[in-house]
């Protein structure tokens, strides 16, 4: 099984901060990763598809990088709206694996 | 509006079985695949199985492979999660998404609202 683990695994940070987020795995999965934005009682949300590609409909301020075994989300000016759980999550031929989650929370 | 509807709540006994689903809607049912996610309380989103509703094809994550299965009724564009004999340990939320494969796409792209799942004596 393909591992993903993230960290931080808690992040505090102020509105207007740049904040990243990264997410390894445990091999190579090319740039077959997403990431996911979950608040409390809701489901998730996709921000990010093939490493780097916006969904459409996220605010620019969300990007991804990253290739093979290491991945970031950032977010480049942190909003109130933003305080979430975030997810990475890998495909590989019809398995998937979710990372453990980053909570970020304000400062 | 494309949307995934998940079935309610329920509130089940240790050893019983149970049924969830999820139905689509907006779309081409056949022309994605569907996942289940389970998030226990507290916990973090863990990928569970999918399944093809074309062909009913499903695999399943190595964790939940035997716990639980996977159907699929195209006629209905509905997915199923079902569970033939319930533990404690299966309260949880039960999310199903929607698969997106075309163009290099690949990500869950449209969730459902979540189905809670109570496992008590």
Same mark, same amino acid.
């Given at each position: 099984d393909i591992q993903m683990t993230q960290s931080p695994s808690t992040l505090s940070a102020s509105v207007g901060d740049r904040v990243t987020i990264t997410c390894r795995a445990s091999q190579s999965i090319s740039t077959w990763l997403a990431w996911y934005q979950q608040k409390p009682g809701k489901a998730p949300k996709l921000l990010?598809?093939?490493? /780097?590609s916006l969904e459409s *409909?996220? &605010? /620019?301020?969300f990007s991804g990088s990253g290739s093979g075994t290491e991945f970031t989300l950032t977010i480049s000016s942190l909003q109130p709206d933003d305080f979430a759980t975030y997810y990475c999550q890998q495909y590989d031929s019809y398995l998937y694996t979710f990372g453990q989650g980053t909570k970020l929370e304000i400062k | 509006e494309v949307q995934l509807v998940q079935s309610g709540a329920e509130v089940k006994k240790p050893g019983e079985s149970l049924k969830i689903s999820c139905k689509g809607s907006g779309y081409s049912f056949t022309s994605y695949r569907i996942g289940w996610v389970r998030q226990m309380p507290g916990k973090g989103l863990e990928w569970m199985g999918i399944i +093809? &509703? *074309? +062909?009913s094809q499903s695999r399943y994550s190595p964790s939940f492979h035997g716990q639980v299965t996977v159907s699929a009724d195209k006629s209905i564009s509905t997915v199923y999660l079902q569970w033939s004999s319930l533990k404690a340990s299966d309260n949880a939320m039960y999310y199903c998404g929607r698969h997106r494969t075309s163009g290099s796409q690949d990500a869950f792209d449209i969730w459902g609202q979540g189905t809670m799942l109570t496992v008590s004596s």
């Open positions: 990010i598809y093939k490493a /780097s *409909g996220v &605010p /620019s301020r | +093809d &509703p *074309g +062909d």
